[in-house]
Structures are given as C-alpha cells and as structure tokens.
T-cell receptor, first 114, second 116 residues
Framework: AQSVTQPDIHITVSEGASLELRCNYS??????LFWYVQSPGQGLQLLLK??????LVQGIKGFEAEFKRSQSSFNLRKPSVHWSDAAEYFCAVGFMEYGNKLVFGAGTILRVKS | DARVTQTPRHKVTEMGQEVTMRCQPILGHNTVFWYRQTMMQGLELLAY????????DSGMPKDRFSAEMPDATLATLKIQPSEPRDSAVYFC??????????????FGPGTRLTVL
C-alpha cells in the first residue's frame, strides 16, 4: 500500500547549521510531493511542491527539496537554519489512485539551539 | 491574500453538546478537506468534498460526525453528541483540482476543540 515515512520524530540543530529532513514514500510511480510547515498553534503552510520537471525544487523561507526517484525520497534541506525555523514539518504525498487526497507523514519536530 | 478561514478558533464545550465548525474555502477552489490533528494520531483526513459533493468520508465516525457544503463558500463539520475523545484541532483545507490531479491544499488556522 502507498505510505509516507518521516523517520525522524525530532531533530535538533544549532542556529546557522545546515538541515536535512527526510521523507520516503512507497509507490510504484512518481507521486506529487509536498512539504508543509506548522508553527505552534498555527495551520499548515506550504513550503514547496514537486509535480514534475527539475528534481530540485526551491521553496519559501530558503528551503529546497530534492526528489530522488531511485530512493523514493523527497528530502527537505536548508543551508543555514534560523531560530524562527523551529516548527513541525510534514511531508505529504499525492498518489494517483487517491484522487485529490494527500497522505501525510507523521511529522518531524525541529528544535533550533542558539 | 486569499486564505482559508475557520470559525470558531477555539471551542470549549461539555460532553453531549453539539459542536459546529465552519470553514470558508478560498474563492474559486473546488475541493475542501476536513482533518483532525491529535498528538496520538497525528493528522487524519475526516472528509473530502469536490464541487460540493462528498467524495470520501471514510475517516469520519458516522454515528456522531457529519460534514456538509451548503454552498461553495461554506463547509461545515458537526459533532453531535460530542465526547471528550473528540478534543483535537480540526483543520479545513481547500484546493483547486482538475481531473484526478492532486493539487496543493491550503490550510486554515484550525479550530481547537475541547470537550469536557
């Protein structure tokens, strides 16, 4: 069955350090891929998305993600983390069989040390 | 700046009471989703509408939950009767979809429900 995995529940990085959040999916074809961010008490905000084309996608707030078909991954990266990036990050995947629905990963909570 | 709006933002009620949550999707969007978020279960899809028609409500407890779209600018999620285990944050999201294509979902700020 189609599934989305975010293997890291919590990640702590120092301010100014680089960040990579992992997302893997299980699917035979290329899905639609999204990263969302949720700050405490807020709704989910779209960071970036991949439908097709260039596998390196740029998003808001300095984030980027790379789609790797061979690894069924869509990892989120940022070269230098700011304290305001502390939040929960969700990978979401749209599988064609599911129509317009998205399957969300369990989320990764990012803590930023000053 | 088009946004999904949800009311109320917070709701505290007693067990057995009816709760109605409202969502105004982004104008022109044709899909609406209701999600529930808890610490234990994470983000769960409750119901999904396209062009105001319910396409999937398999995630919703049928005996007490109901979701409707009386018109294109309003979606409602109702719980009757409410129970303490319904305490959660309920999110509405909307999107513009054509064919079977999965498109971006834009989330509202959520309704934080507490059932005592």
């Amino acid at each position: 069955a189609q599934s989305v995995t975010q293997p890291d529940i919590h990640i702590t990085v120092s301010e100014g350090a680089s960040l990579e959040l992992r997302c893997n999916y299980s699917y035979g074809a290329t899905p639609y891929l999204f990263w969302y961010v949720q700050s405490p008490g807020q709704g989910l905000q779209l960071l970036l998305k991949y439908f097709s084309g260039d596998t390196l996608v740029q998003g808001i707030k300095g984030f980027e993600a790379e789609f790797k078909r061979s690894q069924s991954s869509f990892n989120l990266r940022k070269p230098s983390v700011h304290w305001s990036d502390a939040a929960e990050y969700f990978c979401a995947v749209g599988f064609m069989e599911y129509g317009n629905k998205l399957v969300f990963g369990a989320g990764t909570i990012l803590r930023v040390k000053s | 700046d088009a946004r999904v709006t949800q009311t109320p933002r917070h709701k505290v009620t007693e067990m057995g009471q009816e709760v109605t949550m409202r969502c105004q999707p982004i104008l022109g969007h044709n899909t609406v989703f209701w999600y529930r978020q808890t610490m234990m279960q994470g983000l769960e899809l409750l119901a999904y509408f396209r062009n105001r028609a319910p396409l999937d409500d398999s995630g919703m407890p049928k005996d007490r939950f109901s979701a409707e779209m009386p018109d294109a600018t309003l979606a409602t999620l109702k719980i009757q009767p409410s129970e303490p285990r319904d305490s959660a944050v309920y999110f509405c999201a909307s999107g513009l979809a054509s064919g079977g294509h999965t498109d971006t979902q834009y989330f509202g700020p959520g309704t934080r429900l507490t059932v005592l």
